[in-house]
Nanobody, 126 residues
Framework: DVQLQASGGGLVQPGGSLKLSCAAS????????VGWFRRAPGKEPEGVGC????????NYADSVKGRFTISRDNAKNMAYLQISSLKPEDTAVYYC???????????????????WGQGTQVTVSS
């Protein structure tokens, strides 16, 4: 069975950092692009970034560029989202997802992703 599990969320003060992890199992992880999404209370889900499967090309939403960094370790079947300079508006549940479509590029559209993990809560508050 395909399984994805995001972890690493928590309560952090504005300006702080967190590193979220996405653990994958049940499929050939290195054949899939990984996307990170978030859903804030009362808002539509948002794609924040992704990393391709073929050459680790990354794309980011404008709202997080320069603050979020995505990486992957295919040997460990893991993907990561390093988030820094956190703002209260970054408060959301963060999810990872995978897609077969993103070999040399990747999409921030939810419809491009077919497997989703359970999210992890990130709360930015003083």
């Amino acid at each position: 069975d395909v399984q994805l599990q995001a972890s690493g969320g928590g309560l952090v003060q504005p300006g702080g950092s967190l590193k979220l992890s996405c653990a994958a199992s049940g499929f050939t992880f290195n054949d899939y692009a990984v996307g990170w999404f978030r859903r804030a209370p009362g808002k539509e889900p948002e794609g924040v970034g992704c990393i391709s499967s073929g050459d680790d090309t990354t794309n980011y939403a404008d709202s997080v560029k320069g603050r979020f960094t995505i990486s992957r370790d295919n040997a460990k079947n893991m993907a990561y989202l390093q988030i820094s300079s956190l703002k209260p508006e970054d408060t959301a549940v963060y999810y990872c997802a995978t897609s077969r479509q993103g070999v040399w590029d990747c999409s921030l559209l939810r419809t491009s992703y077919d497997s989703w993990g359970q999210g992890t809560q990130v709360t930015v508050s003083s």
